[in-house]
């Protein structure tokens, strides 16, 4: 016998009584506005009979109801909906959907009320919504269409021309670059909605260069406006900060026994043979961590690299187009950051470029959040360089005015012969051998290396016959007696001819390791060019900049970092790191009640810091080393802004008179903050009020945060392993946007000040980019990427790690990425930076590092939709010639 439905029995509703509406959007009917209440196509044309039921749950919402003429009649097919209405139905009585304006008065009883036609509300009395104004959402927007993105709207205009490329930028960044000003992208309306569709015809993983200009805002820049010649250059926007603070007194140079204190250590969970493959150097002394056993190269193709600390592997001997150099700091980094260098100072260092990374102290090592360190507490800073191979003058600087062909070394045809790429060599590469399905998940069994295992031994007799063929730059191996450009010169070894990296310096400091580790984000460097009677003049070696970290004892210190090539002694060998042990720092802040957790610098003299109570406290740094305070620095605003442990911080960097989109008056200090802590909210907090704004709860930690200049507003991390941005602009005020969703948790975001590309990386081992600005149409024919530079994978049962790269990229299919997965936590992607203090040459530079301690620097540059540059060109494009044509999104 079929079961039958039991009848549906009409009750009061309390929603309806208090005039409120379900979460939905979708209220009960008779909340009818007094207007258009008797004229609405979906109002009954008859009194529906005695037994008709009510359904209510399917009615549209507001916004999205169609308009309608108060002219019109109602449609006819309304009536057609409701059929065998006359005559009452037995039981079960019938459903019909989308018909209720029935108003159910609470004073009458049920039969009462079904027994009469509805009655409308007089136009005189006031409408259940006027009691009860609607109350599921916060605010109101816009929304054209299901199928629109919003576009970012600029935070703040700025009116006089910038700079942008003429030629494609040197291999690196090494070299200058040429310079031609061209219009901002926020000098008018028509240019912001040009280069904002421009952009989303960039398809690759890095930026396309012929539209990169620099959107940062510092207020330091605009006191230096007054001679500037109706163009912003570089050199004004960015200027040298803090030129009176001089490298604290109290350091020292260690030898290699002293400091082995202050390195990484082997783990002390670790099995007592954990040792027994390592290279001499590190098997006479326990403490150092065995070396990673780890596969490069292409997929089936790989080769087992033992990759020791402090070692260096350039990945393009192993895969010829790659750009990637890859480096092991010995123990987990999750604190990583670019210096900048001022314009008209890295020629004189050779356009090399400066990281700092601060590794802990050993692999298993997990702090305690609110839990403070005894001093001393021994740690490190490392202090990387990447920089022109030895011999070797990047092709692209030949051509530059201060490197003509003359001054090439007297050996030009070694350099000449890699002058460019093989064709079709990455193509070839990327035809299907490494798939997406291959990948994602956590391998259980590594391929088979080949015959011979790589070693990377950190003595220079047993590895300098090995880096001519595998490529390996061991720390010792990089001395001028042995130059790495005579290693290679074959066709398919000229990405990795232009460039090297080596440890330059390791800070030896005691306050623990460095949970988060900030640059001051404009030069703070002394004068790299300074002539005999300045160095003369100069008291103590010369400073690379200034830094601040959250340190494992709770403090915030901030040092002054000594320039590496000041502190060499004549007898060092320059292969090797200088250890040098750090005196107390220029500034150490410490509260009592709480610990520094993560902090973010709104320009050179505010500096905002995240504390583990779910406070922030905001410092004037600039006026404590102007009048010299000391630890007993006070904030100046000190906020209770989440409920625990406060991990994802960024400073909105925009003028905080620019709400008309015009700088009014003296420039002065940002004034809004992004957050999110362990709370699993993302607050927007205004310095002048007293509480923040929240605009997302999720339930997740909230681990990282950025501001993006393109994307005008904050980007963080909400549920399913989503990143999202939120705009900020006053008529999109909070609306939230989803850029990426990778297959694991996230645990870092980072934007660039020079274009719209975001970098991710997650838990599962990958390092993705993305185009912020892409298409403001979806299903357009632009299609939008995400681009898996490379990821981290870990066998268990062999303990070795494996590399892969050169994905495929791979389509935002728009909808939600629910995936599981049980990765190691060693091939988390912990940290990423986009360099955004070596200008438009260097913007294209990307450092990565995951919590194996192998960490990561790629050259990412993009190209456009089938290399067609919207618009015809780019000095069209950008208002500086007349001819532009538009273009159509949804037209071949």
Not at 82 to 93: E, G, H, L, Q, R
Not at 284 to 289: C, E, N
Not at 652 to 660: A, D, I, K, L
Not at 820 to 844: D, E, F, K, N, Q
Request: charged fraction near 25%; hydrophobic fraction near 30%; aromatic fraction near 6%.
């Amino acid at each position: 016998m079929p079961r039958t439905l039991r009848p549906r029995k009409s009750h009061p509703s309390y929603a309806a009584l208090g005039g409120f509406e379900d979460e939905n959007g979708a209220g009960p009917s008779t909340f009818m506005e007094d207007e258009v209440a008797s004229e609405d196509e979906f109002s009954p044309d008859k009194a529906p009979s005695d037994d008709e039921d009510v359904e209510m749950g399917d009615v549209q919402d507001e916004e999205a109801t169609p308009r309608v003429s108060k002219s019109k009649t109602p449609k006819p097919k309304a009536q057609t909906k409701k059929v065998d209405k006359a005559t009452p139905a037995p039981n079960p009585p019938s459903i019909t959907p989308s018909t209720y304006t029935i108003h159910p008065a609470p004073s009458v009883p049920r039969h009462a009320s079904q027994s009469q036609p509805p009655t409308m509300l007089p136009s005189s009395a006031p409408s259940a919504r006027t009691l009860a104004p609607r109350t599921s959402k916060m605010y109101s927007l816009p929304t054209p269409s299901a199928h629109h993105r919003h576009k970012a709207i600029p935070l703040h205009a700025r009116t006089l021309p910038v700079e942008r490329l003429a030629h494609p930028p040197p291999a690196y960044g090494f070299g200058p670059g040429e310079i031609v000003p061209t219009n901002s992208m926020a000098a008018s309306t028509t240019l912001t909605d040009r280069i904002n569709r421009a952009w989303g015809s960039s398809v690759g993983a890095g930026p396309v260069w012929q539209m990169m200009e620099d959107r940062g805002w510092f207020k330091e820049a605009q006191r230096n406006n007054a001679g500037t010649e109706g163009v912003e250059r570089e050199a004004l926007r960015r200027p040298r900060v803090h030129e009176g603070v001089e490298v604290g007194k109290g350091w020292q140079i260690l030898n290699e026994r002293d400091a082995a204190t202050y390195l990484p250590s082997a783990d002390p969970s670790a099995s007592v043979d954990a040792n027994a493959d390592a290279t001499p150097s590190t098997a006479q002394d326990p403490r150092y961590p065995p070396p990673l056993k780890c596969h490069f190269g292409k997929f089936g193709e790989q080769k087992l690299v033992e990759v020791g600390m402090l070692d260096t592997l350039d990945v393009s001997t192993l895969i010829p187009n790659s750009t990637g150099h890859v480096f092991n700091a010995g123990a987990p980094v999750w604190a990583l950051d670019w210096c900048p260098v001022h314009v008209d100072h890295r020629h004189a260092i050779n356009y090399k470029h400066y990281l700092a990374i601060s590794p802990y102290p050993y692999a298993s090592y997990s702090p305690s959040i609110g839990s403070k360190l005894t001093r001393p507490a021994p740690a490190c800073i490392q202090i990387w360089s990447i920089s022109p191979r030895s011999g070797i003058l990047p092709v692209q600087e030949i051509s530059r005015e201060a490197d003509k062909p003359k001054e090439v070394p007297k050996e030009p045809s070694s350099p000449k012969k890699p002058k460019g790429r093989p064709k079709g060599s990455g193509k070839n590469q990327r035809k299907g051998k490494e798939k997406e399905t291959e990948t994602d998940t956590q391998i259980d069994a590594m391929p088979e290396p080949e015959a011979d295992v790589v070693v990377m031994e950190a003595e220079p007799q047993a590895t300098a016959e090995e880096a001519p063929e595998t490529g390996v730059a061991q720390d010792s191996a990089m001395s001028a007696e042995n130059p790495v450009a005579d290693v290679d010169t074959s066709a398919d070894s000229t990405s990795h001819s232009a460039a090297e990296m080596r440890c330059e310096l390791i800070l030896c400091i005691d306050g623990g390791p460095a949970h988060d580790l900030r640059w001051c984000p404009l030069p703070a460097h002394d004068c790299f060019s300074e002539d005999g009677e300045q160095s003369q003049e100069r008291v103590g070696p010369r400073k690379l900049g200034i830094l601040a970290a959250c340190l494992g004892d709770g403090s915030l210190s901030i040092w002054a970092v000594p320039f590496p090539d000041d502190v060499v002694t004549p007898e060092h060998d320059r292969s090797k790191p200088v250890f040098l042990k750090l005196g107390e720092p220029r500034m150490r802040i410490e509260m009592p009640e709480t610990a520094c957790w993560s902090l973010d610098w709104a320009n050179s003299e505010m500096l905002a810091v995240g504390c583990t109570n779910g406070c922030i406290a905001i410092y004037d740094v600039g006026n404590a080393f102007k009048h010299g305070h000391g630890p007993d620095i006070l904030p100046t605003h000190y906020l209770p802004t989440h409920q625990s442990a406060v991990r994802a911080l960024s400073w909105v960097r925009v003028s905080p008179s620019s709400s008309s989109g015009e700088d009014e008056g003296e420039p002065n200090d940002p004034t809004v903050l992004a957050s999110g802590g362990y709370d699993g909210t993302e607050v927007l907090t205004d310095i002048r009020e007293v509480k923040g704004y929240v605009v997302n709860r999720t339930r997740d930690v909230i681990t990282s945060s950025t501001f993006s200049p393109f994307a005008s507003g904050p980007i963080m991390i909400d549920h399913d392993n989503t990143v999202k941005a939120y705009a900020l602009a006053p008529s999109m005020l909070g609306r939230g946007h989803v850029l990426v969703e990778p297959a694991g948790p996230v645990w870092t975001v980072n934007a660039s000040d020079y274009h719209p590309q975001l970098a991710v990386g997650s838990a599962d081992g990958s390092c993705v980019t993305t185009n912020i600005l892409r298409s403001t149409r979806r299903g357009g024919l632009v299609p939008h990427f995400n681009h898996k530079i490379y990821q981290l994978d870990y066998s268990r049962s062999s303990g070795e790690y494996r590399m892969l790269e050169n994905f495929l990229p791979k389509e935002s299919d728009e909808t939600t990425n629910i995936s599981t997965g049980a990765w190691s936590p060693s091939i988390s992607v912990t940290r990423v930076a986009w360099h955004s203090g070596a200008g438009l040459a260097g913007a294209c530079l990307l450092a990565s590092s995951t919590a194996s301690g192998l960490c990561r620097v790629d050259w990412l540059v993009g190209r456009w939709h089938r290399d067609r540059v919207p618009y015809v060109d780019v000095p069209r494009m950008r208002g500086e010639v007349e001819g532009a044509v538009e273009v159509e999104e949804e037209s071949d």
